[in-house]
């Protein structure tokens, strides 16, 4: 109670702690951004990847890390997604694990 009070009295603000990723929300974002080329499944666009002349990897086994560079800086002909960002990134990634074959 004193704590709280304190809080108040002094407006000191307390902070909560950062909200978990959630992969539902990630994948609104997937599906509006990264679905064209990537796959409803992951697994990627055949169309895409034979019109761009690569191979896609299937999603789901990368690192946080690995998968937050590929959008955030892109990676071979993948151009980086600049209206990705903050929560909308941690969701994807957190979706991109659900792809995981």
């Known amino acids: ?3 709280t009070c304190g809080a108040v009295i002094y407006g000191v603000t307390m902070l909560a702690p950062a909200a ?3 992969a539902k929300d990630g994948e ?3 599906t509006a951004k990264c ?3 990537h796959g409803a499944d ?3 666009n055949p169309a895409i990847a034979k019109t761009m002349s690569v191979t896609m990897k299937p999603l789901g086994s ?3 890390n690995a998968i937050k560079t590929a959008i955030t800086a892109g990676t071979g002909k993948m151009k980086p997604v600049a209206t ?3 929560g909308d990134l941690d969701n994807v990634i957190a979706y991109v694990h659900t792809l995981k074959k």
């Open 35 to 37: 679905k064209n080329c």
């Open 84 to 86: 990705v960002t903050g």
């Open 1 to 3: 109670m004193f704590l």
């Open 28 to 30: 609104a974002v997937y």
């Open 20 to 22: 978990a990723a959630s």
């Open 62 to 64: 990368q690192t946080d």
């Open 42 to 44: 992951g697994s990627g």
